[in-house]
């Protein structure tokens, strides 16, 4: 006679999908090697028969005939024990060794310098933890926080490192903080709103997907510069008389270069000096920039003397 596998499990073959997840969770905790260091030979035996008798059901299963319990695919049987891998029970037999889940543990001196911190929890979704009808489990809703970048990092692109702390289950079930670095590569020419995700690292609860924790990049005001798309914007007081005249600009740029731009053409109040190629890199192609718009404000005498009144009349006449 062939493996009784519903045996194994020790339950009745008229069990439900979620009887016989609890009940592979249940000895697969209790028999894990990890947790049977004494009596590992034994443990690793068991933890393989349980795992098999969860993955493929009944020997029906097998070829070796058909029985009540092999109402489902071999493969779909293999989806569900991958599911409940995933969730926190225990890693997957084979994959790198059978290691149990939360037990990663950080040092204060992974933190660097440029390190900013929060504290992210794992706030419930709106339908409540789990669908009961279906036993499906909800996900936790997005938390989100806000990443300011200077106008010189979305410029350049650069990479900051956040820590968080969070909550995380070891395979019984119960919770311990820990604290883990987040690495965010932002790119050159990023804009403000763009969202990184990191899915599933809020605080992991019983029957609850962990939220995913979203930076959303935010752009610091620059004293010099105002950005409108891919185009910098830089105004520039001058005088009437270098209005009318002629006037040279000289720029720093945002990667610490210095631009020398004379401007020849008469200035009228809505003038604008376009320099192509000087502005924020595109995100999709960042070889190639947006325009620098120089824009002038014109400071007008307050008050003149007659003899300078006559000259410009002279001078501006028609």
């Known amino acids: 006679m062939g493996v009784d596998y519903y045996k194994i499990l020790q339950v009745d073959k008229n069990a439900k999908d979620d009887d016989l997840k609890k009940a592979y969770r249940k000895l697969a905790m209790k028999w894990h090697p990890d947790k049977n260091p004494n009596n590992k030979k034994e443990a690793e035996a068991k933890f393989k028969q ?16 058909s029985s009540a319990g092999g109402r489902r695919r071999r493969g779909t049987r293999r989806t569900d024990s991958a599911r409940v891998l995933r969730s926190g029970a225990l890693s997957a037999p084979g994959m790198g060794g059978m290691k149990s889940v939360g037990r990663r543990r950080f040092s204060s ?3 660097g310098d440029d390190l900013f911190g929060s504290t992210f929890g794992g706030g419930m979704g709106r339908d409540g933890p789990m669908n009961m009808g279906g036993g499906r489990q909800m996900k936790a809703s997005p938390i989100e926080n806000t990443l300011p970048c200077t106008l010189e990092e979305l410029y350049r692109g650069t990479t900051k490192k956040m ?15 820990v604290e883990e670095i987040l690495t965010i590569e ?23 997907i962990p939220a995913d924790i979203v930076f959303i990049i935010d752009e610091k005001p620059h004293s010099v510069f105002k950005r409108d798309g891919n185009d910098l914007i830089l105004t520039q007081k001058i005088s009437l008389a270098e ?8 720029v720093n740029t945002l990667d610490g270069r210095s ?25 999709k192609d960042p070889s190639r920039k947006g325009n620098l718009r120089i824009k002038f404000n014109i400071k007008f005498p307050t008050r003149l003397t007659p003899e300078q009144r006559a000259g410009l009349k002279r001078l501006l006449a028609p």
């Open 243 to 250: 209005a009318l005249t002629g006037y040279t600009v000289l």
């Open 50 to 65: 349980i795992s098999e008798a969860y993955e493929y059901g009944e020997e029906g299963l097998k070829g070796q005939g």
């Open 109 to 111: 001196s992974m933190f």
């Open 163 to 177: 820590k968080i702390s969070r909550e995380i289950a070891d395979i019984s079930g119960k919770t311990m903080p």
């Open 186 to 208: 932002i790119k050159p020419g990023w804009k403000k709103g763009t969202k990184i995700t990191f899915p599933e690292k809020g605080n992991e609860q019983p029957n609850i």
């Open 259 to 283: 631009l020398t731009i004379p401007v020849n053409n008469i200035i009228h109040p809505e003038y604008e000096e376009v320099v192509r190629g000087e502005g924020m890199p595109i995100p």
